[in-house]
């Protein structure tokens, strides 16, 4: 299952970026899809999940300013951000879970390619 992200670019301090993140190959299923971010020099860490059942989560510097939602029929994830800030700067990534084969006889975990998002002062 492969992933392509895309959206990430150049923004102004208080702007907005929105993020999709496509599926596509043999997916039986899908169940949580997820973004995640690395700034410079740190450790890559969770953004945003949403379950299939529509249930998310959300780190707590990302409450209140993104938003992540699914579309199943196009299996695709975005990630809606505002209020934008530098320390958001990083390259985020996506991530999606599921099970994939004809008869979902196996689970996947893939990952984008990763998208970068810089934030400017």
């Known amino acids: 299952v492969q992933l392509q992200a895309s959206g990430g670019g150049l923004v102004q301090f208080g702007g907005s970026l929105r993020l999709s993140c496509a599926a596509s190959g043999i997916i039986f299923s899908i169940n949580d899809m997820g973004w995640y971010r690395q700034a410079p020099g740190k450790q890559r860490e969770l953004v945003a999940i949403i379950s299939s059942g529509g249930s998310t989560n959300y780190a707590d510097s990302a409450k209140g300013r993104f938003t992540i939602s699914r579309d199943n029929a196009k299996k695709t994830v975005y990630l809606q951000m505002n209020s934008l800030e530098p320390e958001d700067t990083a390259v985020y990534y996506c991530?999606?879970?599921?099970?994939?084969?004809?008869?979902?006889?196996?689970?996947?975990?893939?990952w984008g390619q990763g998208t970068l998002v810089t934030v400017s002062s």
């Open positions: 991530n999606v879970k599921g099970r994939t084969g004809i008869l979902g006889e196996a689970e996947f975990a893939s």
